[in-house]
């Protein structure tokens, strides 16, 4: 089962990734599964009410604001970042948590670099499956890597001018 | 100067650090070429023909003495010995050893430098009124604003990885010296009638392969509504941007899709649901930023300077250089005054060690420690007494640094074109020296009067052709080095772009066809009117005539 790195309460650490990721040509399997908004919109109601774990994957081009009212049913949005450059899924982690309100797992997938720990961490992402094999200490050392911040984000960092106070 | 606090210099300190771990792991082979690409853009390291090429950020262009020392020590210690100061008021080091680089950045951060966002697609160095603080046309000052847009824009985590690069320019002036109309946002302050300060938010103008003059989506935001409505933008055009095509990428093009109307809208909504108070900032911090702007130290004096009037009259170079590059000062028995770093033969915008430490000392001495770059690639002393103008003109004249030329005929922007650059068509940089040489008579260029020539050696536009009175694009036509010639073009208040004029030429046909241009002009010019005037009364008929008629 691939490793995911997961944020909770401010610390990084391993966690098995129990969600299978299903394409939508692949026979459903059982248990926890991501699926693509298209697959979700058709068959998420009957899954989600037999009471299994769902997760939506949101390509860079889809709006989050497409699952404003299924979200406090779903276990993950999963943000693909189709090439590290690609910085929409940033825009969609930001809304989903500041406008949309969501609170449970929003994941980072696809190119996932280290580099981009910090600015990911920002937006809200509390979830990560690193296209470059990083730890999850790695993954803190490149989060952790600026004292300071200037401008208020996702995450609860006082910005400078709040430390300035 | 904004003064840094603790907490400015950690972060710079720390992204010095983050880059040399960088570096190390790149030098070690732990990271490859590829790999190691966007973290080196990300710090203002291009690979260029040659060599590496550094660009070191110089918010809104404003520097003191102890910053531009250290760039004359980098240059010198790293460098071949100059500097290249740049139309986004930057600097660039065309000859850096990557295994160096860390050691630069350290030396940076010393004097509250370093290179963060001066490449990559994200939002780059803000540029301002070189004159702020200074002239009397503003109604704010430019810096305070550049410098919130400066620490909101830093590492910013939704918008470091946009469809494309991002340039503010931001002025307080009816005469516009920062090309705002030209760039991705400009923020040009105004007072409204009722007397509240608010931004005209122009977005998506720009030059590259397909020029815009940018439209005006809000003609008064109020001005503690800046980030929220800036955030707005970002994040229209972060989403909607079209990122499958980098030609097709920059804002300009989304909002000529959408149309001026539709993009409004859209960041209209998009505002509305933002919340200001998460967004803006506090009046406390607006209040801070202003305050860390040293308070300046002006005495009281008379408006006119009996010494200066003497010793103008005795000297017609000091006469000449205070007509062309001596600007009126806000204050009383001060001026500003240009340094051009063009003069005839010379790279323009390049600065030897010793220019750069010499302006420096007399930036000290004399102008209350601040020196400016302006887009157009020359330097400011922006606070000079006039009782101490001619000393500065004999300092600046015994260093190269007096040409009495700006805004003339041989004020010329070019990029680096072929002499430096991975993406040129021709060279650039022998075009302007060419066209310098021959209008190297003041007297005659004094007679021409304004005239902007603009040279870019690509398509992509680095040296504003589009923008120029006079544009020259360097083409290649097969295999040989080939120019472009435009007409009509401003980055001004007054913004607009140059026509294409007819076929292109080689190089020794270009200073020639500059002659004929002004020749042309002086021939009919009406009173004042400057060359851009005359080619917007008459059209490019009869300069066309005067360029081709050989041709015939
Ligand atoms: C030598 C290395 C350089 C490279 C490879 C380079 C590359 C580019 C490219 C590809 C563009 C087009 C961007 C677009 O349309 O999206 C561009 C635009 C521009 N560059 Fe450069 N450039 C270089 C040097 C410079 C220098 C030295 C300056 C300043 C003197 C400069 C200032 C600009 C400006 C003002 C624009 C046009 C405005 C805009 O649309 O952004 N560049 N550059
Ligand atoms: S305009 Fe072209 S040749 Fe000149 S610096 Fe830009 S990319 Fe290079």
Redesign the pocket.
């Known amino acids: 089962m691939p490793t995911l790195i997961k944020l909770a309460e401010g610390r990084f650490s391993a966690a098995e990734d129990v969600f299978a990721d299903v394409a939508d040509e692949d026979v459903l399997p059982d248990g926890p599964v991501i699926l693509s908004l298209t697959r979700f919109q058709a068959d998420g109601d009957a899954l989600v009410s037999a009471g299994r774990p769902v997760g939506v994957r949101i390509q860079a081009d889809e709006a989050v604001e497409d699952l404003a009212y299924d979200l406090p049913r779903l276990a993950v949005v999963a943000l693909v970042f189709p090439k590290y450059r690609d910085g929409r899924a940033y825009s969609s982690a930001a809304l989903l948590r500041q406008r949309l309100g969501y609170a449970g797992e929003v994941r980072a997938i696809g190119d996932v670099l280290r580099e981009q720990a910090g600015f990911m961490v920002r937006c809200g992402i509390d979830a990560f499956a690193p296209a470059d094999g990083s730890t999850p200490e790695g993954w803190a050392a490149a989060a952790g890597r600026y004292r300071h911040v200037y401008q208020r984000a996702v995450d609860a960092r006082p910005p400078a001018f709040e430390e300035r106070g | 100067m904004y003064r840094y606090d603790a907490i400015d210099r950690e972060l710079v300190a720390d992204r010095a650090a983050e880059f040399r771990g960088q570096v190390a792991r790149r030098l070690a082979g732990e990271l490859t070429e590829d790999q190691f690409k966007p973290l080196r853009l990300m710090n203002g390291l ?1 690979l ?1 023909l040659h060599a590496y ?1 550094l660009r070191v950020a110089i918010p809104y262009g404003s520097l003191d003495s102890r910053q531009l020392r250290r760039l004359a020590h980098i240059a010198r210690t790293w460098d071949q010995g100059y500097g ?1 100061f ?3 008021q ?1 600097i ?1 080091f065309n000859w850096i050893k990557l295994a160096d680089t860390p050691d630069i950045l350290d030396e940076l951060a010393r004097v509250d430098l370093h290179a963060i966002q001066t490449s990559g697609n994200c939002i780059r160095n803000v540029t301002a009124d070189p004159y702020a603080g200074a002239t009397a046309e503003e109604i704010d000052d430019p810096r305070v604003w550049s410098e919130v847009i400066r620490q909101w824009s830093t590492l910013h985590p939704e918008f470091s990885y946009l469809p ?2 991002f ?1 503010f320019a931001v002025t307080a002036a009816a005469k516009d010296r920062t090309a705002a109309r ?1 760039h ?1 946002i400009g923020l040009v302050l105004r007072r409204a009638r009722d007397g509240s300060l608010g931004f005209e938010v122009i977005v998506g103008g ?5 020029p815009y003059v940018g439209p005006t989506i809000r003609e008064h935001l109020p001005v503690d509504s800046l980030l929220s409505y800036l955030q707005a933008i970002l994040r229209v055009y972060n989403r909607h941007g079209r990122r499958d095509n ?2 097709k ?2 804002i300009k093009i989304l909002v000529a899709a959408l149309g001026k109307d539709e993009f409004a809208r859209q960041v209209e909504e998009e505002w509305s649901k933002i919340e200001a108070s998460q967004a803006d900032l506090p009046d406390t911090e607006l209040a801070r930023i202003r305050a860390a702007f040293t308070p300046l130290d002006f005495q009281t004096l008379p408006a006119r300077s009996d010494a200066f009037e003497a010793a103008r009259t005795a000297s017609p170079a000091l006469a000449r250089f205070a007509r062309n590059n001596v600007k009126p000062h806000k204050k009383a028995g001060y001026a500003i005054v240009e340094v051009s770093l063009k003069a005839p033969g010379a790279t323009p ?1 390049d600065a030897s060690a010793d220019q750069m430490d010499l302006v420096a000392d007399l930036a000290e001495r004399y102008s209350l420690d601040d020196v400016r770059v302006t887009h157009e ?1 020359n330097l400011v002393l922006p606070h000079v007494k006039l009782d101490d103008l001619p000393t500065v003109h004999a300092a600046l004249e015994s260093a190269g640094l007096a040409t009495p030329n700006i805004n003339l005929i041989s004020d010329i ?1 070019a ?2 074109g072929l002499d ?4 040129a068509n021709a060279r650039a940089i022998p075009i302007a020296q060419a066209i310098a040489r021959r209008f190297e008579d003041a007297d005659r260029a004094e007679l021409i009067g304004e005239l902007k020539i603009k040279i870019s050696g690509c398509i ?5 052709h589009h923008v120029g009175n006079i544009g020259i694009l360097g083409v290649d036509k097969k295999g040989e080095e080939f120019y472009q010639l435009s007409l009509g073009g401003s980055g001004q208040e007054d913004a607009s772009l140059a026509q294409i004029l007819g076929p292109g030429m080689s190089a020794d046909k270009v200073p020639d066809a500059i002659e004929a241009l002004v020749g042309a002009y002086l021939a009919v010019r009406q009173g004042e009117e400057r060359f851009l005037d005359t080619v917007r009364r008459l059209g490019m008929a009869p300069f066309k005539e005067a360029v081709y008629a050989d041709a015939h």
């Open positions: 291009y260029q090429m290249h740049t139309t986004r930057n660039q494309r690069k340039k030209v991705d720009g030059q590259g392969r397909t980098i030609y990428a920059r915008g690639q922007i990029c680096p430096y650059c991975a993406l992509n536009a680095c040296g504003h």
